[in-house]
């Protein structure tokens, strides 16, 4: 079979979110799963998107994604490139198509123009950590993610 990554297009996302909701299963997460088509399509495609998805497929299927968003680095003084999810499904599993995908950003934001490609891993997922220093990325241990959502961001905001 072919493997051909390209971008997303509106036909795609229930494919995404679908394997969305299998990153999230994976992960132990799926209590955190608010999205559905209509915000994933907005997210998208809409007046204002906000993130870019490229879809990896074998044949005429969708077998992996990656999405991704540029921020911005006060230290480099140039935009980056940040990979929100990578996901490939079972059936693809172990033929290359996670480093492509990684590859194919990689590519990506040196033409951007971009200071840094980042992303996360959880640190449990030994497998993932090993996959990313294959790469070549550095996984650093002295950061962590500060998060703030719900009531606690709504009481954040009033004060």
């Not at 074998?58 to 003084?77: I, K, Q, R, W």
């Not at 002295?142 to 606690?152: F, K, L, N, Y």
């Amino acid at each position: 079979m072919s493997f051909l990554i390209r971008p997303a297009t509106p036909a795609d996302v229930p494919a995404v979110l679908a394997m969305i909701r299998e990153l999230a299963e994976f992960e132990r997460l799926t209590h955190l799963v608010q999205n559905t088509e209509a915000m994933l399509h907005d997210t998208l495609f809409g007046e204002r998107p906000t993130v870019e998805c490229v879809v990896g497929v074998e044949g005429d299927a969708p077998v992996a994604f990656a999405l991704f968003f540029h921020n911005y680095s006060t230290f480099v003084g140039r935009r980056g490139l940040y990979l929100e999810d990578v996901y490939v499904r079972p059936v693809g599993r172990g033929k290359g198509y996670g480093g492509a995908l990684v590859r194919h950003l990689a590519r990506l934001a040196q033409q951007r123009g971009c200071g840094r490609f980042e992303w996360t891993v959880l640190d449990w997922n030994e497998n993932a950590i090993g996959f990313y220093r294959g790469l070549g990325a550095d996984v650093l241990p002295d950061w962590r993610i500060c998060r703030v959502t719900g009531d606690a961001l709504a009481r954040l905001a009033a004060s």
